[in-house]
């Protein structure tokens, strides 16, 4: 299931991306396709240790039935509110979609390779806690099938 996940990230999720306009709005929410590009490169570059935030979650009961949902394999349900993100969507930092991607392909490789230097890395996710290498994995990935089902892909 691991190498399964890190296949799709490595080498389908770019280019389902290429599938989208930049403006194309999602099935629910409030994000275009480009914002959703953008939002997803902090996601990367939260798991990769670029982004640094502290752990919202601080209730041991709340966090812990957070990271039970978190390791499952049920979707996050559609409209599903981050508590750090704004209300509206921020305005897209990028010219295009095309550089909106090629801004996200670095960060996400350097999740593989940060781990890849260390292993027993353990990152906090703002959300979820102190994640590791699999943890992290599977968070993005259940992530990103959760926004390209939200454009339909």
Not at 47 to 57: D, E, F, T
Not at 88 to 117: C, N, Q, S, W
Not at 127 to 152: C, I, M, P, R, T
């Amino acid at each position: 299931m691991l190498q399964e996940k890190e296949q799709f990230l490595k080498h389908e999720y770019i280019p389902l991306l290429r599938q989208l306009q930049a403006h194309q709005p999602g099935r629910w929410g409030k994000m275009d396709a480009q914002q959703m590009v953008e939002h997803m490169r902090d996601a990367f570059k939260v798991a990769n240790g670029k982004i640094v935030l502290p752990l919202i979650n601080t209730d041991p009961a709340v966090l812990e039935k957070a990271r039970a949902f978190m390791l499952s394999e049920a979707p996050f349900r559609e409209n599903t509110k981050m508590p750090l993100m704004p209300e509206e969507p921020r305005r897209h930092k990028y010219a295009g979609m095309e550089e909106a991607i090629e801004k996200l392909r670095p960060e996400l490789e350097d999740v593989f390779t940060v781990y890849a230097a260390d292993p027993q890395k353990v990152l906090v996710n703002p959300v979820f806690g102190d994640l590791n290498y699999e943890q992290q994995v599977h968070l993005l990935h259940k992530h990103a099938k959760h926004h390209l089902a939200q454009f339909g892909l």
